[in-house]
């Protein structure tokens, strides 16, 4: 989590923006996978805990460097394509 006291109130702005943008971009890749993936079932794929997952695709958590491999391959995509389209 970020530490609002001592982040500028532009970049919680950015971080915001960006967390909501990463994470509609992995809902769209989930719901988009074949065969379908849930929320549990992608999450068990990523080793992460389904609220943890929820959070992400809402925005409202940012993803540690180190989980990107994981959430990727649990979509089965190549890191590069979870960050497409996000520069607005």
Do not use: C
């Not at 006291?5 to 890749?29: C, H, I, M, Y």
């Not at 079932?41 to 958590?61: D, F, I, K, Y």
């Not at 180190?66 to 520069?87: K, P, S």
């Amino acid at each position: 989590m970020i530490d609002q006291e001592r982040t500028p109130s532009g970049a919680q702005d950015v971080t915001a923006l960006f967390n909501a943008r990463f994470g509609a971009r992995v809902k769209t890749l989930r719901e988009s996978h074949q065969p379908y993936l849930s929320q549990e079932a992608a999450a068990h794929r990523a080793g992460v805990a389904v609220s943890t997952w929820s959070r992400v695709e809402r925005g409202l958590q940012a993803v540690h460097p180190q989980r990107l491999l994981g959430i990727a391959e649990a979509l089965d995509v190549e890191i590069g394509e979870l960050f497409v389209g996000l520069d607005g």
